[in-house]
């Protein structure tokens, strides 16, 4: 028996096939959320967004009219924005860096389990970067290489902690286990993730991995 969350999510489904749209907001439902909305096209999904008002979208990447990262660009530049999970059966890394990219909070293949399912849809919602196991290492080596050309030198100064925060933050790592990798409490993290978001001007989490994954601050271990 599947138990009810603590706080319901209300959630969108962005996909051209309605057995999976079915099968998905099924999923959902027995969780206990709230599938406030369903489209089986981009501009559509765009149009009814602004009155179901999802905290979280589930998009394909291949719709029949506009792409799925086009509606995440959309939906992300939407008042108030949304967070999107790229639900996807391409596991193309030019893929997952376009959606990234254009604002995806996660990245999950259609191969996914039912509770990874269900996990990534709940990180989501709070602005955990989410990534199907292996995609995140294609997403930041890409990244890295395109990194090693010399950095601005008016670029904002990290200490190493917050640099090594931010190394996990980009991996994909929740506070509670980058304060459990670090021997740091969950307070100290956030206020090294604020301290950063502070010098390098960006407003959220998912902000601060796409500069970690487009500056290559992740580096290796």
Known sequence: MTETPAAP???MIVDDHPM???????????????????????????RIAAAARPQVAI??????????????????AAEPPVRVLVLSASGEQQDVLDAVK??????LLKSA?????????????TGDAVFTP?????????????AAAPRDDGAPR??????????????GLTYKQIAARLVISHRTV???????????????????VRYAIEKGLDGPE
Do not use: C, M
């Open 190 to 208: 956030q206020n090294h993730v604020q301290n950063t978001l502070g010098k390098l001007q960006l407003h959220n989490r998912v902000e601060l």
């Open 113 to 125: 389990g039912r509770e990874e399912f269900l996990t990534a849809v709940a990180r989501t919602a």
């Open 158 to 171: 990290l200490t190493d902690r917050e640099t090594e925060v931010l190394r996990l933050v980009a991996k």
């Open 59 to 76: 998009v394909d990447l291949q719709l029949p009219d506009i792409s799925g990262v086009e509606v995440t660009r959309r939906l992300v």
């Open 102 to 107: 254009a604002g995806a909070t996660g990245y």
């Open 9 to 11: 999510l209300r959630v």
């Open 134 to 146: 292996g995609l995140a290492g294609l997403v930041l080596g890409e990244y890295r290489r395109l």
């Open 20 to 46: 999976w749209r079915d099968a998905v907001a099924r999923d959902l439902a027995e969780a206990g959320h709230e599938v406030v909305a369903t489209a089986g096209d981009g501009r559509t999904a765009v």
